[in-house]
Structures are given as C-alpha cells and as structure tokens.
T-cell receptor
C-alpha cells in the first residue's frame, strides 16, 4: 500500500543553519505530495504541496521538489529561525488530491538562538 | 484562513465509559470530515471519512461499533469512543474539507487517556 518514510528526529539546529528533512514515498498512481507543520498546541497546517513530477512547492522560505525518479519530496530551508521550531509531517494524497492523506511519522525540529 | 476546533482538548475517563469528541469547522462548510489517530512517535492514521448526512467510511481494521462517527451538519462531526479501554488512549485529530480548493484543515487534536 501507499506509505511515506521521513527522517527520524529530533533535529536540533542553530539559527540560520540549513535544514533538510528527507521524505520518500511509495504509491501507486500519481499522488500529490504535501508538507504539513504542527506548532505546539496547534493543529497541522499545510506548509506546501506539489501535485505532479518536477513541481516545486514553496512557502515561508521552505521548498520541496517532487522527484518521481527518486520518489522523494525532501523539505529544505536555507536559513532556519527559532520560530520554525515545530513538528513537520510529509504526506501523500491518494487519488491525486487530498481525498485521503497518508502521513510520515513526523520530524521534530528545534532551532536554538 | 479556515479554522477547525476540537472539544475537549483532553479528557481522562474510566475504563468502560464512553467519550464523545467534537470537531467543528468554524468559518466554512465542511462537506467531508476525517478522523485520525496518532500514537506517540507514530504517524497519523486515518480512521474514517465522513460526509455530511451519510454513514462514515471506516478504514480497514477500525471497529465501526467502537468508534461511532456522526456528521449531522456541515460544521460538526462527532467521534464517540464507546466502552473505552486503556488501549484506546491516544491522540485523536479531525480534519475538515470543503470548497474551494478541497484542502484539509486540521483541528488541534484531543488527548484521550483511559484509566
């Protein structure tokens, strides 16, 4: 079945460091791919998404490119801030959209000043 | 942006009792609501999908008689954990989806502890 594997956390970085959180997926068909972020005490929020191969999703300085050849959707940010501390979830949407979401386990990011 | 609330945010109950969790879309009409369960250090697992006015569709392995879902209006869905046991202790998260865009908007979750 469809699945998402993302790097285990927690990840601890200093402010202005480069961030990469790896995400790979297994799916039939052509899923959409998402990154969600969950700040403490809040619900998951959509950070960015890509709906087809080679698409790049971007938001708030974060980027991820849909790589069909490597079945990956790695999250990157060039310079993290303390306010980026949160849990990040990679997900795929079956049936080409967000009809059903399959999530990775989440990666907790802590950014220290 | 679209806001989804859950109530209560946490609940502790005795084994054998039933617990109801509410999920509300506050500023949009949710044609579809989803219920997820999350164990510590695990991913969110979809339990069921409900459309307003119709019966919920449960994922394989989820007991529909134990996890009762009602989606009576376009802004409210409820999950009732019947005869709860300690193994039902978990973090329950709902999401709601409605036009435009069909994006899922998530609630903050409900922590259930069964003693």
């Amino acid at each position: 079945g469809d699945s998402v594997t993302q790097m285990e956390g927690p990840v601890t970085l200093s402010e202005e460091a480069f961030l990469t959180i790896n995400c790979t997926y297994t799916a039939t068909g052509y899923p959409s791919l998402f990154w969600y972020v969950q700040y403490p005490g809040e619900g998951l929020q959509l950070l960015l998404k890509a709906t087809k191969a080679d698409d790049k999703g971007s938001n708030k300085g974060f980027e991820a490119t849909y790589r069909k050849e490597t079945t990956s959707f790695h999250l990157e940010k060039g310079s993290v801030q303390v306010s980026d501390s949160a849990v990040y979830f990679c997900a795929l949407g079956t049936q080409g959209g967000s009809e059903k979401l399959v999530f990775g386990k989440g990666t907790k990011l802590t950014v220290n000043p | 942006g679209a806001v989804v609330s859950q109530h209560p945010s946490w609940v502790i109950c005795k084994s054998g009792t039933s617990v109801k969790i509410e999920c509300r879309s506050l500023d949009f009409q949710a044609t579809t609501m989803f219920w997820y369960r999350q164990f510590p250090k695990q991913s969110l697992m979809l339990m069921a999908t409900s459309n307003e006015g119709s019966k919920a569709t449960y994922e394989q392995g989820v007991e529909k008689d134990k996890f009762l879902i009602n989606h009576a209006s376009l802004t409210l869905s409820t999950l009732t954990v019947t005869s709860a046991h300690p193994e039902d202790s978990s973090f329950y998260i709902c999401s709601a989806r409605g036009p435009p865009g069909n994006e899922q908007f998530f609630g903050p979750g409900t922590r259930l502890t069964v003693l």
